[in-house]
T-cell receptor, first 117, second 112 residues
Framework: EAGVAQSPRYKIIEKRQSVAFWCNPISGHATLYWYQQILGQGPKLLIQFQNNGVVDDSQLPKDRFSAERLKGVDSTLKIQPAKLEDSAVYLC???????????????FGNGTRLTVT | RKEVEQDPGPFNVPEGATVAFNCTYSNSASQSFFWYRQDCRKEPKLLMSVYSSGNEDGRFTAQLNRASQYISLLIRDSKLSDSATYLCVVIWLNTGFQKLVFGTGTRLLVSP
């Protein structure tokens, strides 16, 4: 089974520039998550999709971050404009089940390490 | 109070030692719990689920204490390769969907 694919692995940009990250979840996984992990901290949820619908984006800084999951498969996360404090690893994860039947574990991609200078 | 709290450590232990970490959670309606392991500059990987009756996987034992609202991870006979950050995940129902929250992680360093 192929894992969660993310690209790029690394990105360096200047503040106020734009950047986009891409994620391809495990085939058949309905739930997709984007997490931000700042060095020394645990992953913080930015947005959660169930198929192509958003179920939780309460911690997404919507003035600069946006995400979409067209067709309920691939997803992109965009930051525009970037700030210094956005320097972090952006992790995409997927899971096969969420609902009354319970939650299956998350499978993470390798992440994108973003440095904003 | 944070939703999920962990002692960040680091826990420095010699090879062969037994070490335990706790993770406390604030939502008494939390339903599911997991432990993840994260190596330096890598993504988190599932270590084990935590079941109500407690569960064991080799040298690793996970337990849940609902009354005191914490989960624990016990590692016996520590190996150098156990050096990593251990993240707990707590899940509860939130307006129709399950919300997953990670702790900040506990760093373990196993020395020769």
């Amino acid at each position: 089974e192929a894992g969660v694919a993310q690209s790029p692995r690394y990105k360096i940009i200047e503040k106020r520039q734009s950047v986009a990250f891409w994620c391809n979840p495990i085939s058949g996984h309905a739930t997709l998550y984007w997490y931000q992990q700042i060095l020394g901290q645990g992953p913080k949820l930015l947005i959660q999709f169930q198929n192509n619908g958003v179920v939780d984006d309460s911690q997404l800084p919507k003035d600069r971050f946006s995400a979409e999951r067209l067709k309920g498969v691939d997803s992109t996360l965009k930051i525009q404009p970037a700030k210094l404090e956005d320097s972090a690893v952006y992790l995409c994860a997927s899971s096969s089940r969420q609902g009354a039947a319970g939650v299956s574990p998350l499978h993470f991609g390798n992440g994108t390490r973003l440095t904003v200078t | 109070r944070k939703e999920v709290e962990q002692d960040p450590g680091p826990f420095n232990v010699p090879e062969g030692a037994t070490v335990a970490f706790n993770c406390t959670y604030s939502n008494s309606a939390s339903q599911s719990f997991f432990w993840y392991r994260q190596d330096c500059r890598k993504e988190p990987k599932l270590l084990m689920s935590v079941y109500s009756s407690g569960n064991e996987d080799g040298r690793f034992t996970a337990q849940l204490n609902r009354a005191s609202q914490y989960i624990s991870l016990l590692i016996r006979d520590s190996k150098l390769s156990d050096s990593a950050t251990y993240l707990c995940v707590v899940i509860w129902l939130n307006t129709g969907f399950q919300k997953l929250v990670f702790g900040t992680g506990t760093r373990l360093l196993v020395s020769p």
